[in-house]
């Protein structure tokens, strides 16, 4: 995680992206007063893992600790410290998914939170249309299990939650949203014919705006990339890192190493050489709904 920028400048984003900054921006007061994590822990009434826990963003913040570490890191300007102080108070506002906090792991509040302060996200898929392109009807036949028709009310919930997160897109300041997908996303009749109809309508719809895009590797040369779907997430903000983040069945892994981002931006660009051009791939899509 980069250091610099001050609170002045972390106004942008969600309360994720806030808190991860005003962690950021306390550990570099922090280093440049030469006090340890366990020293700063102590003056808070904790430890050094809490520390290190604020600093990475991992946790909420408390006016009172913010202040005490204000005080130890030798911040005494009033505007300075009311500045940090507002940034404690955003960081801590709920996020509009809050709501939907009962059918959400943890890990997965963390990553909402972060693509609503993206400023370009990039996504490979091999299996699924990208959850930010999906139709409520497509979305709906992969949460119910094919089911639809017997899905519960938290079925449809984590459906409105998803429909929720597409907004972003059409944001007056909406991040750039870049997809590539496998062929074979398109030949599996996820929902039956109708809904892949509709589906692959929407993204052609998408598509044309100018902040989405889409392509798409061929079958000719499928296999040969990621062994699994993933997506990068880049920010504006200094103080947050670029990171990959790779979902599981049990929880999501998030990469921001620049090594490791690094290894696979390199592989998006790949994937991306490799697939059809945004137009071919829109020709791809028309030939396949045409078929349907």
Do not use: C
């Amino acid at each position: 995680m980069a250091a610099g920028g001050s609170a002045e400048s972390a106004g942008a984003g969600g309360p994720t992206a806030r808190r991860i900054m005003l962690g950021a921006q306390l550990r570099r007061l922090r280093e440049a007063a030469e006090i340890t994590r366990a020293d700063a822990g102590y003056s808070i009434r904790g430890s050094e893992s809490k520390i290190s826990r604020l600093e990475l963003g991992r946790v909420s913040f408390k006016e009172r600790d913010v202040l005490d570490l204000l005080k130890l890191y030798g911040v005494s300007d009033p505007g300075q410290r009311e500045m940090f102080l507002a940034l404690v108070k955003q960081s801590n506002e709920p996020g509009w998914w809050h709501r939907y906090n009962d059918l959400m792991p943890d890990w997965f509040q963390d990553y909402v939170g972060l693509e609503e302060s993206a400023s370009r996200i990039q996504s490979y898929e091999l299996q699924f249309v990208p959850g930010l392109m999906q139709t409520e009807q497509y979305a709906l036949a992969i949460a119910s299990r094919g089911r639809p028709d017997a899905a519960s009310a938290d079925v449809e919930r984590r459906v409105a939650l998803r429909m929720q997160r597409q907004k972003l897109l059409f944001r007056p300041d909406a991040p750039r949203f870049w997809a590539v997908i496998d062929e074979s996303v398109l030949r599996r009749p996820i929902g039956g014919r109708r809904v892949l109809f509709d589906q692959i309508e929407h993204i052609l719809d998408l598509t044309r705006r100018s902040n989405v895009v889409l392509q798409v590797v061929p079958y000719a040369l499928s296999g040969y990339g990621a062994e699994g779907a993933f997506t990068l997430l880049r920010f504006a903000e200094a103080e947050l890192p670029n990171l990959v983040y790779i979902e599981h069945l049990s929880g999501a892994l998030y990469l921001d190493k620049r090594a490791e981002f690094e290894l696979y931006g390199r592989m998006m660009d790949r994937l991306m050489v490799d697939a059809l051009t945004p137009e071919d791939s829109r020709q791809m899509l028309i030939k396949v709904r045409d078929e349907l």
